[in-house]
């Protein structure tokens, strides 16, 4: 578990941290402490001693590991976690493992002994020691130096949708923070050059979760950024799952609702979510408008567990979203509907989850790319980590590529969990 929450730490950006006889000093590297302080800033209190003390964990070497459980090395893991909480220009503020671990490092040389093992402090009191408002201060000053930086800060996509969750997560008592942190965001999606690009607002869509943008003040969204957010209405509709007629808007809506799908997995490790939709007319989708090759949903997946029975034992494999999304197609307008008339104009859009607040890079994997085009979708889309909508040609299509056991052995455990009869996946299990 430790291992899991150092991995998705690792999301969250770079900072150096050195150490001294009096204690934590501040001295981020130049190329990396505006990073830092935004992805400190995206963190809680709770959150951020959780990553301190997993990163630490996971990095030590056995003899530090010891000495970790022991009250000294309990002590130096609470020192870390306090100045990366606190900041200021006396504390470290750090947001790398590599950091942490110098720092305590650099005590275990002069404390490490026989120490035995001791019984840490519960969390909730070590956060509860910090002084009042850490968190929001950690915001404030990411947005001083952003601000420092002017509108060319080198700040990706991801790190400013963190930088907007940190500010929407103090609640209505810090919430003029919400419309300088959303600037920084625009800022960033503004110099997006990659894949298909949505008019604002609906951008924010494919930037920041939807439930994360409903708690934010829409007071504070609306008029004190940029023309982006003059529309917050629309951009409320959107992030409700509603159809809003609009250039964009279908795209929006679709990626909303993908994401939703993907939170339904439960499983360990990425959480996607596919739609998989046609034109309302009878065209073909290819060198069709995003918004027109969007209009009717026909499949709906999300990445999850199939357990089943395997040379006399269980067998665990995960079920990709676009997999899914095609079994339940077939499932519900049978097959010669599906790939005669419905998948040779389909096009699947793909998500996939960063923690609650972004996403991520989501092409279809082998496996999902070899049955797409087995099944005849030749078109995805999918998000990308710096915003924007990637836009991926699968074709040539071919029946033939259901042969593959890269493709046929997920889509069977796909049909036969939601009940499907497909003939042309026997004929290719032949």
Known sequence: KLQFLYLIGRRWGELTVTTSQGGMACAPGPDLSLRGLVNTASLTDVELYGRVSAALRYAADRAEKRWLETPDGQRAVVAIFRGAACGGGDVATCSTSEGWLRAMRAEYSRRAGDGTPGRSAPVRDIVAALPPGCHARRVDAALQALHSEGKDAPLRVRDAAGLVRGAVLLGEDMAALQSPACAVLSQALARCRHGVLLPPPCRMLTAVQAPLLQRASPAHLAGKCDASFAAVGLLSELA????????????????????????RGKQLGPKHGCVLCVPRSAACAEGMDVDAALGEVIGRGWNHNVFFDQRGGKTKLVLHSETHAVADALRTYGEAECFERLFPRATALIVELVDDYAYDDSHPCPKCHTLLRGVGVGRALFTRAGGGVGDMDLRPCSRELLDRELARIPFRTACDELGVDCVALEEAEA
């Open 240 to 263: 409700a799952g509603k159809d809003v007629p609009g250039d964009g808007s279908v795209l929006a809506a679709r990626v909303v609702e993908a994401a939703q799908l993907a939170r």
